[in-house]
């Protein structure tokens, strides 16, 4: 392997340096949510990591080729199409901090694409397989504290079209029962106002009402968990993965052949508002969406509808 020292030669330390400034920036001065830190800091780790296993100890030294080796690297280590992306999408913003800084003369990763990503459909619920998988949760009107929070948390992510990670971090004061609004935060900390349907505000109400306070007696924290919407079997606030094995469990119970993920409801709830007659953008705004594109995915029509649309409105149809 030869080592290319007829450029810059500062220790690798440097190119470790520039990441802790970029993770500083995307952090404090992005502030940008601190899973997605997290994900940028794992990717750009290993992509320096790479660099310098082959010989390569400043940013300056990057050539390219060597980002698109790399990139062929994650093909031929069995990486998605869609983690691929996401790994030269950071590598991207990366190097043009760096150039922004001053720290490289240019942006070697600058022509570098990303892999076409193949167009697919979101798996999506039938307004039955829903409707079946909220009953499921139920257990046949149990007043069990679990059952009425998994009932309002499932309700709450059909109603809202919530990410996971949203609504267990839903507080008592981001809700108005009244006006049933609940007030999300996002990516990036983006803040947004989304309705709340009226099964979910009963759900809600009933678990706040008779499920959520019996949690909170078995707290063994020192200051009960007075926030959280959500709550665990210790009176703790929910986990994303505890909130994703509800979803799971109740898809089992509802005998849902289709494997759940924890976009599902969020996916159902999108394309269920597109079919009801909801436009593009107000769901982007209703998803949080930073590009109408990224909403776009939702507009796919099922053929019977599509047939059955144009047979009753094309004037030469029939």
């Known amino acids: 392997m030869t080592e290319r020292w007829n450029r810059s030669t500062t220790p690798s330390s440097s190119m470790r340096n520039q990441l802790s400034a970029f993770i500083g920036h995307i952090a404090v001065e992005r502030g940008l949510a601190h899973a997605t830190v997290e994900a940028y800091r794992s990717d750009l780790d290993r992509y320096l990591t790479w660099m310098e296993d082959h010989g390569i100890h400043s940013l300056d030294q ?9 990139a062929e690297s994650l093909a031929g280590d069995g990486q998605s199409v869609a983690s691929r992306r996401r790994h030269l999408a950071s590598i991207h913003e990366f190097h043009r901090f760096a150039l922004s800084r001053g720290a490289v003369s240019d942006d070697a990763s600058a022509k570098v694409r990303a892999p076409k990503s193949a167009s697919h459909l979101p798996d999506v619920l ?14 046949n ?30 507080d008592f004061a981001d809700i108005d029962m009244n006006d049933r609004l609940v007030r999300l935060t996002g990516k990036g900390s983006k803040q947004r106002l989304v309705p709340i349907g009226s099964y979910a505000c009963e759900a809600l109400k009933r678990y706040c009402e008779s499920g959520r306070p019996a949690l909170l007696e078995k707290s063994t924290a020192r200051q009960p968990e007075d926030r959280a919407v959500f709550l665990n079997k210790r009176g703790r606030r929910l986990s994303r993965q505890s909130a994703w094995d509800v979803v799971r469990i109740a898809g089992e119970r509802a005998h849902l052949t289709r494997p759940l ?10 394309t269920h508002l597109i079919q009801g007659g909801a436009d593009v953008r107000t769901v982007q705004e209703l998803l949080g969406h930073a590009s109408v594109t990224t909403t776009q995915i939702y507009t796919h029509i099922a053929p019977e509808t599509l047939i059955e649309t144009y047979m009753t409105a094309h004037p030469r149809a029939r």
């Open 62 to 70: 990057i050539r390219p080729q060597d980002v698109q080796s790399y």
């Open 126 to 139: 039938t307004i039955d397989e829903v409707s079946a998988l909220l009953d499921a949760a139920s257990l």
């Open 141 to 170: 009107g149990s007043d069990d504290p679990v059952v009425l929070r998994d009932k309002a948390l499932l309700e709450f992510l059909y109603a809202t079209g919530a990410r996971i990670s949203e609504a267990v971090g839903v």
């Open 261 to 270: 993920h924890p976009h599902t409801l969020r996916h159902s709830f999108a």
